[in-house]
């Protein structure tokens, strides 16, 4: 099998340019460079929160579940760049819209009811996952904009990608709250300030 990567130093962007699909010579300004950029940043929070649930998991039972989860869905966020890179939009797996579904249902039955909104930091996991999430938001207006202004990706609006990002950002905000539960940090509500 050949190498993905055999030079890490290629000197072929030093231009501005970069390729996509896969000989493709585009901007590295453009809409869809953004958006895969963005996406990329998300995985690595992700796999900075996955670093941290690492050195838990040999105490906390719990954390095995969402070890597994996390890994499945960096797996998928590749499977997405690599759809959006290659213009080859229908392979991404429209069930994994489902499996972050069940999940997400999975976690908030543990949890008590929202009354109000949670103020991120409740625990340095909880917070990490915070983080990821609004990372996880700027990736869905970032494919949302790349849609709008690129005729070519706008199938992508019949496809699974969008849903999925969008399902992640509540996988996310719900684990925050599960981590935080987990590491038996009292949530923090939110407070309007009182008009005087």
Same mark, same amino acid.
């Given at each position: 099998?050949?190498?993905?990567?055999?030079?890490?130093?290629?000197?072929?962007?030093?231009?501005?340019?970069?390729?996509?699909?896969?000989?493709?010579?585009?901007?590295?300004?453009?809409?869809?460079?953004?958006?895969?950029?963005?996406?990329?940043?998300?995985?690595?929070?992700?796999?900075?929160?996955?670093?941290?649930?690492?050195?838990?998991?040999?105490?906390?039972?719990?954390?095995?579940?969402?070890?597994?989860?996390?890994?499945?869905?960096?797996?998928?966020?590749?499977?997405?760049?690599?759809?959006?890179?290659?213009?080859?939009?229908?392979?991404?797996?429209?069930?994994?819209?489902?499996?972050?579904?069940?999940?997400?249902?999975?976690?908030?039955?543990?949890?008590?009811?929202?009354?109000?909104?949670? *103020?991120?930091?409740? %625990? @340095? =996991?909880?917070? &990490?996952?915070?983080?990821?999430? /609004?990372?996880?938001?700027?990736?869905?207006? $970032?494919?949302?904009? *790349?849609?709008?202004? %690129? @005729? =070519?990706?706008? &199938?992508?609006?019949?496809?699974? /990608?969008?849903?999925?990002?969008?399902?992640? $950002?509540?996988?996310?905000?719900?684990?925050?709250?599960? =981590?935080?539960?987990?590491?038996?940090?009292?949530?923090?509500?939110?407070?309007?300030?009182?008009?005087?």
């Amino acid at each position: 099998m050949k190498n993905r990567l055999d030079r890490i130093v290629t000197k072929s962007g030093d231009s501005g340019l970069t390729s996509i699909n896969p000989n493709k010579r585009i901007s590295k300004n453009s809409d869809v460079i953004h958006f895969l950029g963005n996406l990329d940043e998300l995985n690595a929070h992700i796999g900075s929160l996955k670093a941290d649930l690492l050195i838990k998991t040999s105490t906390e039972n719990p954390m095995e579940d969402i070890l597994s989860w996390i890994i499945r869905i960096q797996h998928r966020l590749f499977d997405i760049g690599g759809t959006v890179c290659s213009e080859k939009i229908d392979a991404f797996d429209e069930d994994e819209v489902s499996f972050l579904e069940s999940v997400i249902k999975k976690i908030n039955e543990q949890l008590p009811p929202l009354r109000e909104f949670v *103020l991120p930091g409740g %625990s @340095p =996991l909880g917070a &990490k996952a915070h983080v990821a999430r /609004t990372v996880c938001r700027r990736t869905e207006r $970032s494919l949302i904009n *790349l849609v709008e202004n %690129s @005729p =070519l990706y706008e &199938k992508i609006l019949k496809k699974a /990608t969008l849903p999925y990002l969008n399902r992640l $950002s509540d996988f996310l905000f719900v684990l925050s709250r599960r =981590l935080d539960q987990i590491n038996q940090s009292d949530e923090q509500m939110w407070k309007a300030s009182k008009k005087k």
